[in-house]
């Protein structure tokens, strides 16, 4: 198949980029650059709402990963998160030539801790999807950990496999906190076999696992063979997926994930 990729550099889509390439589709990508510098040679640098009407005929279907891609982006810059997540996902809907559409949403909208412009404008998107574009699956994904070209720091095992490494420690808050977690390699099998096997369109929700933040932090230091230190709590969400979506039968485990990161990366 011959895939197009918006926001095909970042921490996701370099990823998937890799992998599915290596299933030998013909993978081009569309990312302006914002977040890190890996690339590759089939990348348009340009925004996605900047393409052309009718530059996405050529494809066979369509990866949507651009966009503001955390709760903390879109605090910092709402209206920057409606144009790029929600006014240019509605452009992007009316280019489109009837191929799949997939696209990244997110667990986080099942969430009522707060209320906030990243859910919002995830929750908007599904609904555009709806009404505009019935060959789209949603897919609501659970917090990404995992390897990728262009890593991620911040995000859960990610963070407590850098400060093991780092620090010999790991120091965790919120221990009694749910978390629906998705093995970046979980991720890239589940959208590869969307793209070469029939399904219905919709939501699909994706998760590896749903563990507390306290277990993860436990198995992952178990793993690395580092000290674990706890901290008083903040506020944060507490939610699991309504329900789990099986594409395809998940591998990835906290284990695996923080043993990947460890050769990996460092």
Known sequence: MKVLITGGTGYIGSALHHYLRNYSHTIDTVDSGVRGTHSNPNNYKIGYKF????????????IHLAGH?????AKEDPSGA?????????????????????YASSSSVYSIADSNMYDFSKATCDTLADFLYPNHYALRFGTVCGCSPNMRWDLMINSMVKSGMETGTISVRNQGVRRPVLGIWDLCRSVER??????TPGVYNLASFT????????????????????QPDTPTYDFEMPTVHRIWPYLDTVEKITQRLIKTCF
């Open 51 to 62: 393409l052309a009407a009718g530059f996405m005929d050529r494809y066979d279907a369509i």
């Open 69 to 73: 891609s955390s709760v903390t982006a």
């Open 82 to 102: 409606f144009d790029n997540n929600v006014a240019s996902f509605h452009q992007l809907l009316q280019n489109l030539s009837g191929q799949p559409l997939i």
């Open 194 to 199: 969307l793209l070469t096997r029939p399904h």
């Open 211 to 230: 563990l507390t933040v306290g277990e993860i932090a436990a198995l992952v230091a178990e793993t690395g063979g580092w000290d674990l230190t706890t």
